[in-house]
Nanobody, 115 residues
Framework: VQLVESGGGLVQPGGSLRLSCAAS????????MSWYRQAPGKERDLVAY????????KYVDSVKGRSTIYRDNAKNTVYLQMNSLKPEDTAVYYC?????????WGQGTQVTVSL
């Protein structure tokens, strides 16, 4: 299983970013996928998840209405579109797949929201 995130960067408050996670080594279209984030000194927290077919999407309250999780099963990729970014969104963002009771993580991509 390999998960590779990309798309992070430095953005001003109010800006947007689209994070991508390219997956390989498992049957991507069969599994829920999630995005987590970890701010400095804090625990890794769930941001959003999406069902295998994309029909079900859930968000943590702090990003609801500002973010969209979606997936392209033909490309084995899950995305997180984040808009109206705030400084408190600053964190390392991780892609997650839970397969047979085991959590798999990517290396993370840094998102920094600052002037």
């Amino acid at each position: 299983v390999q998960l590779v995130e990309s798309g992070g960067g430095l953005v001003q408050p109010g800006g947007s970013l689209r994070l991508s996670c390219a997956a390989s080594g498992f049957s991507f279209s069969s599994y829920f996928m999630s995005w987590y984030r970890q701010a400095p000194g804090k625990e890794r927290d769930l941001v959003a998840y999406i069902s295998s077919d994309g029909a079900l999407r859930k968000y943590v309250d702090s990003v609801k209405g500002r973010s969209t999780i979606y997936r392209d099963n033909a490309k084995n990729t899950v995305y997180l579109q984040m808009n109206s970014l705030k400084p408190e969104d600053t964190a390392v963002y991780y892609c997650n797949a839970r397969i047979a009771g085991t959590n798999y993580w990517g290396q993370g991509t840094q998102v920094t929201v600052s002037l």
